[in-house]
């Protein structure tokens, strides 16, 4: 049953891309396999994580092996191609939501062989309309689901993947994970990269001073509740920003 539902949306993804985007609609069950996220199996349906959520009644991000998920699929309804310029701050995730597409769709109907866009490209889109305030908070919803699921991961110097992170390849990783492409470079850099807020929002940046080194030296993803998840020497986890030693360095916040 499993095989015969991944077969038919992929060739249904494809009738989508071969006709402009016609309208489609379709529902399928999706049985959570081991390594699965509310996040991995939004984007192979083409849905938002609330919508998984709701059609679910689920009220967390919590799944398990087994599990049954109905699902949806929706895309335009006779859209012609139209384009879109980049512009700075976007992602091929915001972008995509955005227009009802996926990033597969997007990176397909404009070639792309990897998440990485520039400011004044202009791409191919399924519509006409700009990333909102919606896709903006729907990419940082993601961030932080993506961000959490690496809590236990252990510190590695340098470390950029699974197996083990720094701080900065922490933030290197999570966010190219869904979507938003940066490049690898050092907390300081983030920090100079970042723009500086005062009120941040679950997927914003923290940023610490003056611990290993002088200056910028650490930060993490910020995800409410007063608490940041991050790579420290002990490995990836969840803390309180009113912890003494991180309240002690504390520098602001930031986003990209």
């Given at each position: 049953m499993k095989k015969t539902t991944r077969t038919w949306i992929t060739?249904?993804?494809?009738?989508?891309?071969?006709?402009?985007?016609s309208s489609k609609e379709s529902a399928a069950t999706h049985t959570v396999q081991s390594g699965d996220s509310l996040w991995k199996i939004s984007q192979s349906y083409n849905v938002s994580i609330s919508e998984l959520q709701s059609i679910n009644n689920l009220s967390g991000y919590t799944i398990y092996p087994g599990q049954k998920l109905e699902t949806s699929k929706?895309?335009?309804?006779?859209?012609?191609?139209?384009?879109y310029t980049v512009k700075s701050g976007d992602s091929l995730w915001a972008i995509s939501r955005a227009n009802n597409m996926s990033v597969s769709q997007l990176k397909s109907l404009n070639n792309l062989s990897s998440n990485t866009i520039y400011v004044g490209q202009v791409l191919k889109v399924a519509g006409s309309s700009t990333p909102t305030t919606t896709t903006q908070e729907s990419y940082k919803t993601a961030l932080v689901t993506e961000a959490k699921k690496h809590i236990g991961t252990p510190y590695k110097w340098a470390g950029s993947?699974?197996?083990?992170?720094?701080?900065?390849?922490?933030i290197y990783y999570t966010h190219n994970k869904v979507g938003k492409s940066i490049s690898r470079v050092s907390a300081a850099s983030y920090y100079n990269m970042a723009t500086k807020i005062s009120?941040?929002?679950?997927?914003?940046?923290?940023?610490?001073?003056?611990?290993y080194k002088s200056g910028i030296s650490h930060?993490?993803?910020?995800?409410?509740?007063?608490?940041f998840v991050h790579?420290?020497?002990?490995?990836?986890?969840?803390?309180?920003l009113s912890?003494?030693?991180?309240?002690?360095?504390?520098?602001?916040?930031?986003?990209f």
């Open positions: 060739v249904a993804t494809g009738f989508v891309l071969a006709t402009g985007f929706t895309t335009t309804s006779n859209t012609n191609t139209s384009t993947a699974p197996g083990g992170f720094d701080c900065s390849g922490f009120s941040p929002e679950p997927g914003d940046l923290v940023f610490f001073k003056d611990t930060m993490g993803i910020f995800v409410g509740n007063n608490s790579a420290s020497s002990s490995g990836v986890q969840l803390t309180s912890n003494t030693y991180w309240k002690s360095h504390f520098a602001g916040y930031g986003k």
